[in-house]
C-alpha cells in the first residue's frame, strides 16, 4: 500500500509509509504524516486564475481567509483549543515521528542529509499562523498585518517591530526576502520550490514591509505567502563575515525565529530542544497556551518493538498508535496497571481516502457494471471485526468526515450542475448517496456476491468451466499490486471472496521502487493507495482525477479516469467564489466519483490512539478540523505539576 503525505501543501506526493505499520501493514489507515505548520493539508488548494473570482478589499488585517472571514475577530485572545492556563515546565520525552533511526543534519530545507526531528516545526516561525479549527484561516505571528491586492495579484505583509531571531536580531522585510529567495533556489528542497510556485517574487518595500507578487490570481496564494518559514541571514556565518553556500550549511545550529533553541546533542540518536526564554511571540493570541514543554527530546529507535517496549518502560512519555492490532493487544503491562501509563481516543476530523484502485486502461474494468459487481466482494465488516477489534469505519466518500462529503439526496444547487450530464451518468448519482455494499444482517456476503453475479452477467461475464467467461472464453482475471508486507491480511480475504465469484485474482508484493515505477507507468491492474486529505479541495483533484492527468507519467491519476463530467467539476470546484459554491461543487463531485466506481472504498480510523504518562495534560479542547496527533501534542501538551501526578500514580 502507498501512504501519502502532504510534504507541501500545492501537491500531494506518495511517500513510504511510517515503520510502525510493516508488521501490520492491513491495520493501517494513516502513517504519521507530520506536516509542519507551514504544510497543512488545508494548503492542498490551488486555484487557476480565473477571471470569475471575486475582488477582495484591499485592507490590512491581522488574519485572512481563504473563504468568507475568519473564525476569531481582531481581539480574540487565543484559540479555542489552546489551554492558557496550562503550566510550562517540565520535560517532553518523545519518540521519533518517521521511520529515520538517526540524524545528520541541522537543516531541514535541504534535500541531503536527515535532519534532526522536527527542527522546522520547534525552530522556525512561519509569518503567519494557522488555525486547526476552521477550512483556511491564518492569525498574526511574525506578520502582523497583510493587504491583499483587490485583484488578488500581491499580498503585502508587515513585519512585526517586536518579531526577534534566537540571537536577539530583529527580523526585517529583507530577512523575509532571503529565506524565500533561498527556499525557492536551487541549493533547497526542491519541495520549497513547488510549494511556493505561486510566489512570482519577493519585494521589499521598506525595512518592516514586504510585498509578494503572484504568478496567477489565486484565493489561497496569501495564505501560502503566509506559511513562509523564516530564518536569518547569519545562519552558518564564518568569523570572518562570509557565508557559505546554503546547501553546505548542515550542522550549525540554526539562528531561527521559532519558540526552541537547539538544547544537546548526545549523539544522532537523541536530540532536546529548550525554550527559548526570550521568546517574544509567546504571549500572541495565536501563540498562547502553545509550546508548553520547557525541554523537548526526542529518542530515535531501530524498530518499532524497542520504540513501544520503551514507552511501556516509562522511558518516553507519549505514544501514538498507527495499528489496531497492536492497540487492541499491547498496551498492557504493569505501568498500566498502576495507573502511571494511560490510554486514549481523541476524535481525528477529516479521512483520507484510502482504497482498491482500478486501472480503467485495463479493458476488464471499463463496464462500471464490473466494477460494481468487484466491489460487492470485500467484505470490510467481517475484517473490521475479526481483524480489526472494531475500531474501523467504512469509508463512503471522498471527502469522508468534512463538509464537501456528499450526503442524502442532491441538492437543487447540486442537481444545477449535474442535469446537463445526465444522459452520460449512472441514474443513482441523482437519488441518495449510495452506501457501499455491506454484510450487516440483513445483508450477508452470499446475497452481496449473488448481486455481483447477476451484475458480472448482465456486462457479458457467465460461470462456467470453473471460471467467469466472456463470450470468447476468456477467464477474468487480474493482478493487485502492493509493496508491503502485512497488507495480505486485507487482500486475500478479498481475492478468496472473489474465487467464489468465479474471479481469478492474485496478489503480486514487489519492492518499493519498482512498485512506484510501476506507478508511475500506470502498470499494475489494481493496487491499494491512500489519498491525502485536503482540507480544501483543490488542484490535487487535477491530478487524481483530470482526464489530462491521465496521460501524464508520475500524475496520481493511477485510475485513468477520462470524464469530461469529472473534468468539468474540477473546474467548478477550483472557480468557486465562496465557501457555498465550493462545497456545492465538491458534494457534485463526490456523487460522480462514488457512484462510477473507480476505486472500492476501505475504511479510516476516526480517532488518534495515544497513550501517555499521567505526568502529561492536553487541553479539554480539541481542534476542531484535522490535525495531526504528533504535533498536537508537541505544540499544545504540557507537563503536570508533579505533586498531582505523583499522589494520583498510588
Known amino acids: 500500500m502507498k501512504l501519502v503525505k502532504l510534504q507541501f501543501p500545492r501537491i500531494a506526493r506518495a511517500t513510504r509509509p511510517h515503520p510502525a505499520e510493516a508488521h501490520a501493514q492491513a491495520d493501517t489507515v494513516r502513517a504519521p504524516q507530520r506536516p509542519r505548520r507551514w504544510l497543512v493539508p488545508a494548503l492542498a488548494a490551488m486555484f487557476a486564475a480565473l477571471g470569475g473570482l471575486s475582488a477582495l478589499p484591499a485592507l490590512a488585517k491581522s488574519a485572512i481567509a481563504q473563504y468568507d472571514e475568519p473564525k476569531y475577530p481582531p481581539n480574540f485572545t487565543h484559540f479555542d483549543y489552546a489551554d492558557v492556563n496550562a503550566p510550562r515546565s517540565g520535560v517532553l520525552n518523545f519518540q521519533n515521528y518517521n521511520e529515520a533511526q538517526s540524524y545528520d543534519s541541522l537543516n531541514p530545507f535541504l534535500v541531503r542529509g536527515s535532519p534532526a526531528p522536527d527542527i522546522q516545526n520547534l525552530m522556525f516561525d512561519t509569518l503567519m499562523q494557522r ?11 511574525i506578520a502582523d498585518d497583510v493587504e491583499v491586492a483587490p485583484d488578488l495579484s500581491s499580498a503585502t505583509f508587515h513585519i512585526n517591530p517586536a518579531a526577534r531571531f534566537s540571537n536577539g536580531d530583529p527580523i526585517t522585510a529583507a530577512d523575509v526576502k532571503y529565506s524565500f529567495d533561498t527556499l525557492t533556489s536551487p541549493q533547497a528542497s526542491p519541495l520549497f520550490n513547488t510549494q511556493f510556485a505561486v510566489i512570482k517574487r519577493a519585494v521589499v518595500v521598506d525595512r518592516s514591509t514586504v510585498r509578494f507578487e503572484f504568478r496567477n490570481a489565486e484565493r489561497d496564494a496569501p495564505l501560502i505567502a503566509g506559511d513562509l518559514p523564516i530564518f536569518s541571514p547569519k545562519w552558518g556565518m564564518r568569523a570572518d563575515g562570509t557565508r557559505p553556500p546554503f546547501d553546505q550549511i548542515a550542522i550549525e545550529p540554526p539562528i531561527a525565529s521559532g519558540a526552541y533553541l537547539l538544547d544537546q546533542r548526545k549523539n544522532d540518536h537523541t536530540v532536546s530542544y529548550r525554550r527559548n526564554p526570550n521568546y517574544w511571540a509567546a504571549n500572541l493570541p495565536s501563540h498562547r497556551g502553545m509550546f508548553n514543554f520547557e525541554r523537548i527530546v526526542f529518542k530515535l529507535y531501530l524498530d518499532q518493538y524497542t520504540m513501544l517496549e520503551s514507552f511501556k518502560a516509562g522511558d518516553t512519555d507519549v505514544r501514538v498508535e498507527y495499528s489496531s492490532t497492536q492497540w487492541a493487544r499491547k498496551y498492557v503491562g504493569k505501568n498500566f496497571k498502576n495507573g502511571l501509563l494511560k490510554r486514549g481516543e481523541f476524535p481525528d476530523n477529516g479521512a483520507q481516502m484510502q482504497g482498491f484502485l482500478y486501472n480503467l486502461r485495463r479493458p476488464q474494468f471499463q463496464d462500471i457494471r464490473v466494477r460494481q459487481a468487484l466491489a460487492m466482494a470485500f467484505d470490510y465488516d467481517w475484517m473490521n471485526r475479526m481483524m480489526f477489534y472494531g475500531q474501523y469505519v467504512r469509508l463512503e466518500s471522498y471527502f469522508q468526515d468534512s463538509p464537501f462529503s456528499a450526503t442524502g439526496m442532491p441538492s437543487q444547487q447540486e442537481l444545477a450542475l449535474l442535469e446537463p450530464y445526465r444522459s452520460s451518468l449512472p441514474a443513482s448519482v441523482f437519488g441518495p448517496m449510495i452506501k457501499q455494499a455491506d454484510t450487516i444482517e440483513p445483508h450477508t456476503l452470499r446475497d452481496n456476491l449473488r448481486i455481483a453475479r447477476d451484475l458480472m452477467a448482465q456486462a457479458g461475464w457467465t460461470y462456467r468451466d470453473g471460471a467467469l467467461r466472456n463470450a ?20 486475500m480475504p478479498f481475492i478468496r471472496n472473489l474465487q ?27 493496487t491499494t493507495y491512500i489519498y491525502a486529505n485536503a482540507s480544501i479541495p483543490g488542484i490535487e483533484l487535477q491530478h487524481r482525477f483530470g482526464s489530462a492527468a491521465a496521460k501524464q507519467t508520475g500524475s496520481e491519476n493511477y485510475v485513468g479516469v477520462q470524464s469530461k ?26 456523487r460522480v466519483l462514488i457512484n462510477e466506481f473507480y476505486v472500492i472504498p476501505q475504511y479510516h480510523e476516526p480517532n488518534s490512539r495515544i497513550a501517555y504518562k499521567n505526568t502529561i495534560g492536553f487541553p479539554s479542547v480539541i481542534p476542531s478540523a484535522a490535525y495531526q496527533a504528533e504535533d498536537w501534542i508537541i505544540q499544545y501538551w504540557y507537563g503536570k505539576p508533579q505533586d498531582i501526578t505523583s499522589a494520583s500514580a498510588h
Open 500 to 526: 467464489i465469484l468465479g474471479v481469478q485474482a492474485n496478489m503480486r508484493e514487489i519492492d518499493s521502487a519498482l512498485y512506484q515505477k510501476r506507478l508511475d507507468n500506470f502498470q499494475f491492474d489494481m
Open 131 to 141: 488555525s486547526w479549527d476552521e477550512q483556511a484561516s491564518e492569525y498574526a505571528l
Open 565 to 590: 463530467v469529472v473534468d468539468s467539476l474540477i473546474q467548478k470546484v477550483l472557480g468557486a467564489d465562496t465557501l457555498a459554491e465550493l462545497e456545492t461543487a465538491a458534494h457534485a463531485l463526490d
Open 472 to 491: 470468447a472464453g476468456t477467464p477474468f482475471s487480474f493482478e493487485i499490486l502492493d509493496d508491503e508486507p502485512g497488507m495480505d491480511r486485507v487482500i
